[in-house]
């Protein structure tokens, strides 16, 4: 290395690079002076460039796309010594010095943005890895085992890595300069420190959001900042065998790989060769395309490693050809967003429901549900309490009665009269309950029933009328105050006339469809009336002449009703075809019902035998286990018998033994 600095202290080299005032465009092209090859690229930052300028230029927009969800990467290639670590690390440690690098830049930025976040809760957290001798190993737990990659996934995962949180510049760096202390270095005669693995620090952005309604997206940032070790010559570094030899043919196989990678993605081919070396496949969700990456190529421009810089230039060129279609990772959580939906749907359907109730109570909702069909909404006065809902009906006629104006004149417009002659037109008598003897007294309990309704349904008309007549009143007034000129006021009166004609023809539509209801009930009361007269008419004591009679008699009093009822000939076979499918859908529903019942009763049936089937079974076992207990005794007893019988046995044996030996005494 020192030969190196006095070569070129002497000045024993020669520039081979185009200076910038005889290239075009300098900031974006590099030229070989002796060759005239021209190499393009984003942006060139030349001798008097800094470490400043280069972040803000080369690194801000990848960090940016990293907030937005994207996976971006900022990799440092080039020669051995030409400044990589430099680039990434630099050598000041201080918290704002001019030559600080990338990484510690990078640790500024993402926690002030953090900082500027309202809206979303940032998570930092940091993974330390070095390739060395193309063995995976983790920077911040070096004694651990080797860590394995898995590339299968949509962003390269490394199962058992350390991954430890961060939440300040200063924890950040901390633990990088930990990690660092790791990395494996060597002295070379082209530098000093000279890496001999590449390193990548991977820093992952999980940015939560903070809305209730959970309309936003968990982003998932990944920033992989990449010291790559340089392409080494043995000549040119001193080195020949043993440890420091290995590990440069794995640095050198290692960056062909990633040539051969870059060079198939910039051709589009098929097959992208990740595989041939641990570097590519860590580094595959960074170059496959899907991420936006910033890749930093350093050159020594000098004639003596004219060779090495050619190949960083063209390496940079055909990174360049590479197309990036990155995508955003976005983790959605449906629980809050379903809560957020499920009250705005509940809230929906409660003033949906509202509008509902209000336009039933102006007439207005049949012909809402002749255009456009029923509200898929139950309407069922269960969902508001009674007095809420008249509650809401006086707020509004208060509201209507609160426009009436303070001095009003009864004469002050001829429409007045008009929308009164309107108001008593459209009352009309509602029809009396049927005098006729024959009527059964179920028909006429209806016809009581719908009377209510329509009378209360003229009252509600009359009601709206008059508020309206009211309210026309009032702006007719207040326009002749204003000054308004005779057009105006007849174009005023117009409207009005036919607000008043639109909300008439509401209520009469309403009013013939009550109408049809009635008529409809009143059908169906008087054929099930006549239903349970056939079946009682039809017993054994009545003869077939009296039930034909009566029969004769019930068809002319339906033929009468339907005269009375019907306006034509289509109308009467309307309610005829009505009455058909009532009929069959009562006897669908017994049939339903009936089968319903059968398969119910057969369930419980099937059922309690089971359970006396089970019963049976249980008291059978009780009874085996019982049995085998008295079995065990028996043989228990038994046993005893035969022990006492031995017993008494022996010891008969040993009486009459006994008494042969004893001697004979006479008394």
């Not at 010594?81 to 030559?99: I, R």
């Not at 202390?181 to 999980?206: D, K």
């Not at 019963?615 to 079995?631: A, D, F, K, S, V």
């Not at 009459?656 to 005494?665: I, M, N, V, W, Y």
């Amino acid at each position: 290395f020192q030969s190196e600095r006095q070569w070129f202290a002497r000045g024993e080299y020669r520039q081979i690079l185009r200076s910038a005032d005889r290239t075009d465009t300098p900031e974006q092209r590099i030229i070989i002076d002796h060759s005239n090859k021209s190499y393009e690229y984003d942006r060139v930052f030349r001798e008097g460039s800094t470490q400043k300028n280069l972040f803000r230029e080369a690194a801000v927009p990848t960090l940016e796309n990293v907030f937005r969800g994207y996976c971006g990467a900022v990799l440092a290639y080039g020669q051995t010594g030409t400044g990589k670590t430099h680039t990434m690390q630099g050598y000041d440690q201080t918290p704002d010095g001019d030559e600080r690098g990338i990484i510690p830049r990078s640790a500024d930025y993402i926690f002030n943005r953090v900082a500027k976040e309202k809206d979303y809760k940032c998570v930092v957290t940091l993974m330390f890895v070095q390739i060395y001798l193309d063995k995976l190993s983790d920077l911040f737990e070096p004694d651990s085992a080797e860590v394995g990659i898995n590339p299968e996934t949509e962003r390269v995962e490394l199962p058992g890595i350390t991954e430890k949180p961060v939440r300040s510049t200063k924890e950040f760096m901390q633990l990088y300069y930990w990690g660092e202390r790791h990395r494996v270095t060597r002295a070379t005669l082209m530098n000093p420190t000279s890496s001999r693995g590449h390193a990548a620090l991977i820093v992952n952005l999980r940015m939560i959001p903070q809305d209730a309604e959970g309309l936003k997206s968990t982003r998932i940032g990944k920033l992989v900042l990449v010291d790559l070790a340089g392409y080494e010559r043995f000549a040119q570094t001193g080195i020949t065998s043993g440890i420091a030899a290995e590990e440069a043919k794995k640095i050198n196989a290692s960056l062909l790989a990633l040539g051969s990678v870059v060079n198939a993605l910039a051709e589009r081919q098929k097959h992208i060769p990740y595989r041939n070396s641990k570097l590519t496949r860590l580094l595959k969700d960074c170059l496959g395309g899907t991420s936006k990456s910033t890749i930093i190529i350093t050159i020594g421009p000098c004639d003596k490693y004219r060779q090495e810089t050619a190949g960083s230039l063209f390496f940079g060129w055909r990174a360049m050809a590479v197309k990036v279609d990155a995508r955003i990772r976005e983790v959605y959580d449906p629980t809050r967003y379903i809560q957020t939906l499920k009250s705005k749907l509940e809230g929906a359907e409660a003033c949906i429901k509202k509008l509902a109730r209000f336009m039933k109570s102006i007439g207005a909702y049949d012909k809402y549900v002749r255009q456009h069909g029923e509200i898929p909404i139950s309407l069922d006065d269960t969902d508001m309490e009674d007095e809420q809902y008249e509650e809401i009906l006086h707020q509004l006629a208060r509201t209507d009665a609160t426009r009436t104006p303070r001095h009003s004149q009864p004469n002050v417009m001829d429409a007045g009269s008009d929308m009164s002659r309107h108001r008593y037109e459209a009352s009309e008598d509602v029809e009396a309950v049927s005098a006729n003897p024959n009527v059964p007294d179920q028909v006429k309990e209806v016809q009581k029933l719908w009377n209510v309704e329509l009378r209360a349904h003229q009252q509600q008309m009359d009601q709206e009328i008059e508020t309206l007549r009211l309210r026309h009143i009032q702006d007719l007034e207040e326009a002749k105050i204003a000054g308004c000129d005779e057009e105006i006021l007849s174009r005023l009166k117009q409207e009005h006339a036919d607000e008043l004609n639109l909300v008439l023809e509401q209520y009469q539509l309403l009013k013939e469809d009550l109408l049809r209801q009635k008529q409809k009930e009143e059908a169906q009361t008087l054929l099930m009336s006549a239903r349970r007269a056939a079946a009682l008419d039809h017993t054994p004591t009545n003869t077939n002449a009296t039930s034909l009679v009566n029969d004769d008699y019930r068809i002319s009093e339906m033929v009468t009703h339907l005269k009375e009822t019907c306006t034509d000939k289509d109308d009467v076979l309307i309610r005829l075809f009505e009455l058909i499918c009532l009929r069959e859908a009562e006897v669908a529903d017994y049939e339903t019902n009936a089968t319903a019942i059968a398969s119910a009763q057969a369930a419980d049936i099937a059922q309690s035998k089971d359970a006396a089937l089970r019963t049976t079974q249980q008291e059978n076992m009780t009874l085996y286990g019982e049995i085998r207990l008295l079995q065990e005794e028996n043989a228990a007893l038994l046993k005893e018998k035969i022990a006492a019988d031995e017993k008494l046995s022996k010891l008969q044996t040993e009486e009459r033994r006994g008494s042969r030996e004893a001697p004979f005494t006479p008394t």
